[in-house]
């Protein structure tokens, strides 16, 4: 696998842990046990490309950009989507999330 695949996995796998964490919520607890399963498939599906990633690029970086993909997309899909309080030092830090992510990526 090439090491731009690899990125290319990783990113996706970020993209899974967001509609990973938008899952449990969207689960409610055990009220919707169809949707936890689908989440659960999700979660395994982004550890999987985690993994895949992991065979070239180093772990350190390769964790920091996947949780970074998570947390702040999930911030921001909980803001748009959810009805999480919008305010500016949030959009503040996590584009500051956003911006290590890229730097990690152009530091590697």
């Given at each position: 696998m090439t090491y731009n695949a690899s990125w290319?996995?990783?990113i996706i796998a970020g993209c899974l842990e967001i509609a990973f964490a938008v899952g449990l919520k969207s689960a409610n607890g055990l009220e919707r046990p169809?949707?936890?399963?689908?989440?659960v498939v999700v979660l395994a599906g982004s550890l999987?490309?985690?993994?895949m990633a992991l065979r070239v690029l180093?772990?350190?970086t390769a964790y920091?950009?996947?949780?970074?993909?998570g947390a702040a997309g999930?911030?921001?899909v909980g803001m748009y989507w959810l009805g999480d309080g919008v305010s500016l030092w949030r959009i503040v830090w996590i584009g500051l999330i956003l911006l290590s992510v890229a730097g990690l990526r152009w530091a590697t």
């Open positions: 290319l996995l990783l169809w949707i936890l399963a689908g989440t999987y490309l985690l993994t180093p772990v350190g920091a950009v996947w949780t970074g993909i999930t911030a921001i």
